[in-house]
């Protein structure tokens, strides 16, 4: 069965950085495009980035473009998303995720992970 | 803010028809995504693309769009559908993608 199950969250300070890392099982992790979505507590989805299959396309939304880094290495199954120049409102839940349909660019998505916490604080 | 709009509650008497509406430009010319998500779980998808279901979604659950309005409606609410639900698609300012803002759906 699909499984993805993010790491790396935690405390950090403002203006720090943190790597999250996603491990997926259960799939052709190669064939598929990646998002990020995060969540603030209380708050709704939204949406952070995203990779194509290959790698060879990626997407940011823009309260994140510039600081966040989106990649993955197909060969280890992990999909990655480098946090630099945190903020408080950086403070949320992120959730990796798998598009439906294989090697398409969609925002279609059938799995999700758990999610890891991350929380921007001094 | 977020380029597509949700009502932000909605209720529904146990066993009739609700309909959660998203609105957007974007919407016009791309299909929306829905996903419900119940307290301290991660959303699951419930409709995507014209009207499709992924496995083990009830059928009670289906998808339409007209203009720049999608929606989901749920046949014949049951308690267990008491979640808050998003609607996602390609964002017509800039991002290339976005989800609404949720609706919290009641069963009473």
């Known amino acids: 069965q699909v499984q993805l199950v993010e790491s790396g969250g935690g405390v950090v300070q403002p203006g720090g950085s943190l790597r999250l890392s996603c491990a997926a099982s259960?799939?052709?992790?190669?064939?598929?495009?990646m998002h990020w979505v995060r969540q603030a507590p209380g708050k709704g989805l939204e949406w952070v980035a995203f990779?194509?299959?290959?790698?060879?396309?990626?997407y940011y939304a823009d309260s994140v473009k510039g600081r966040f880094t989106i990649s993955r290495d197909n060969s280890k199954n992990t999909l990655y998303l480098q946090m630099n120049s945190l903020r408080a409102e950086d403070t949320a839940v992120y959730y990796c995720?798998?598009?439906?349909?294989?090697?398409?660019?969609?925002?279609?998505?059938?799995?999700w992970g758990q999610g890891t916490l991350v929380t921007v604080s001094s | 803010s977020s380029e597509l709009t949700q009502d932000p509650a909605v209720s529904v008497a146990l066993g009739q028809t609700v309909r959660i509406t998203c609105q957007g430009d974007?919407?016009?010319?791309?299909?929306a995504s829905w996903y419900q998500q119940k307290p301290g779980q991660a959303p699951v998808l419930v409709i995507y693309g014209k009207n499709n279901r992924p496995s083990g979604i009830p059928d009670r659950f289906s998808g339409s769009s007209s203009g720049n309005t999608a929606s989901l409606t749920i046949t014949g609410a049951q308690a267990e559908d008491e979640a808050d639900y998003y609607c996602?698609?390609?964002?017509?300012?800039?991002?290339?993608?976005?989800f609404g803002g949720g609706t919290k759906l009641t069963v009473l």
């Open positions: 990779i194509r299959y290959d790698g060879s396309n990626k």
């Open positions: 995720a798998k598009v439906v349909v294989a090697y398409s660019s969609s925002g279609e998505i059938d799995y």
């Open positions: 996602n698609s390609r964002d017509s300012s800039g991002n290339p993608w976005v």
């Open positions: 974007s919407l016009r010319s791309y299909y």
């Open positions: 259960g799939f052709t992790f190669s064939s598929y495009g």
